[in-house]
């Protein structure tokens, strides 16, 4: 066991999840990851599973307290995209992506959060998405998802404030990550398509979410912030201006 503090990452092998860890690294976390691969290049506990299992859920949960006796920090970051009109999205697909998105946060909330009530501290930083704060075509089953995730965050906020664990929600714009790769590859978008909406007019790096979770984890930037769902899209949520004005804007 040890007194250093300790952060739970899940789909730390690469983007944001990735990012994360290295940033929390740095700040003095000791770290416990969980991912479908393997996590390699970090000192800290790696498991490998799937966040929607509950039998794999349940052994992570026992190897951190295992090792290191308490968890201040919970980053539900593992998702999975899914990308077809609503039409088109199969009953599985859609299962997939919310069992994975919203169900596998919550087994993961309630296992650690029950172990945080407990001590009477912890911050819980669920990573959702602009996709959870308005409808992006093509993406119903994400978009439910990450509302979802939003509204699991809020209710634990409200329930758990009170008793010392802070509950929040990053909601990143369009981030520069394999995920994206991935879905550019399949012709859904292109970057143009991004940069052209975002007032900032770039897409965000992964440490850009990383910076944002760390604000919410740590109690001495961010103590009374509770419930909270913070955009991290360079404005994407905010610009209701049409196509030719936004770009017009720009150049003034």
């Given at each position: 066991m040890t007194d250093e503090r300790v952060a739970v990452i899940t789909g730390a092998a690469?983007?944001?999840?990735?990012?994360?860890?290295?940033v929390l690294a740095a700040e003095g976390y000791r770290l416990a990851v969980f991912d479908r691969q393997p996590v390699p290049g970090f000192d800290g506990l790696s498991f490998v599973g799937d966040v929607s299992d509950e039998a794999d859920v349940a052994q992570f949960v026992a190897e951190v307290e295992a090792r290191f006796g308490r968890t201040d920090v919970l980053v539900n970051n593992a998702g999975i995209a899914s990308i077809a009109p609503a039409e088109?999205?199969?009953?599985?697909?859609?299962?997939?992506?919310?069992?994975?998105?919203?169900?596998?946060?919550?087994?993961?909330?309630?296992?650690?959060?029950?172990?945080m009530l407990v001590r009477g501290t912890g911050s819980i930083?669920?990573?959702a998405s602009v996709a959870g704060l308005m409808g992006v075509a093509d993406r119903v089953a994400y978009n439910a998802s990450k509302h979802g995730l939003i509204g699991l965050t809020r209710t634990l906020a409200v329930e758990w404030g009170g008793r010392g664990v802070?509950?929040?929600?990053?909601?990143?714009?369009?981030?520069?990550?394999?995920?994206?790769?991935e879905s550019q590859a399949s012709g859904a978008y292109g970057d143009r398509d991004i940069t052209d909406h975002v007032p900032m007019a770039r897409f965000a790096q992964p440490d850009d979410i990383a910076q944002a979770v760390a604000f919410l984890a740590d109690p001495s930037r961010s103590a009374f912030v509770n419930g909270a769902a913070l955009s991290v899209d360079g404005g994407w949520a905010a610009d209701g201006s049409w196509q030719s004005l936004r770009l017009e804007s720009r150049g003034r």
């Open positions: 690469q983007g944001i999840g990735r990012r994360t860890a290295e088109d999205t199969g009953a599985a697909q859609w299962r997939r992506v919310l069992d994975v998105n919203l169900t596998g946060p919550f087994l993961l909330c309630q296992a650690f959060g029950r172990r930083v669920n990573i802070r509950v929040n929600a990053v909601c990143p714009g369009w981030v520069k990550t394999e995920m994206d790769g």
